[in-house]
């Protein structure tokens, strides 16, 4: 958003209004590590991060690698962040929460 030409020519070829995320709730300067996040915990659950009809991939595929620590992941331990947080991403396979 600080650069006014990118935002233009990205409105003039898409035809579309282009906004702050801010304007949605989201600031601005978190919006790449939330990118990774939402990546990382795809790759966690084992679903594709990319979409080939946007980045050209021959096919939808598992991105990044995770690497363990000593003693391994606990993937309970992870459930449970994951309710407490109340982490519900919108993934294409599962509906969104409405409520």
Do not use: C, W
């Amino acid at each position: 958003m600080r650069n006014p030409d990118l935002m233009e020519r990205i409105a003039r070829r898409t035809g579309l209004p282009v906004i702050s995320s801010q304007e949605k709730g989201y600031p601005p300067q978190a919006i790449e590590s939330m990118a990774f996040a939402y990546i990382a915990l795809l790759t966690l659950s084992g679903r594709p991060g990319n979409i080939p009809e946007v980045t050209g991939a021959l096919a939808p595929a598992v991105l990044g690698q995770i690497t363990p620590p000593p003693g391994g992941l606990d993937p309970l331990g992870l459930q449970g962040i994951a309710r407490r947080a109340d982490i519900h991403l919108p993934f294409p396979d599962r509906p969104r929460r409405t409520g």
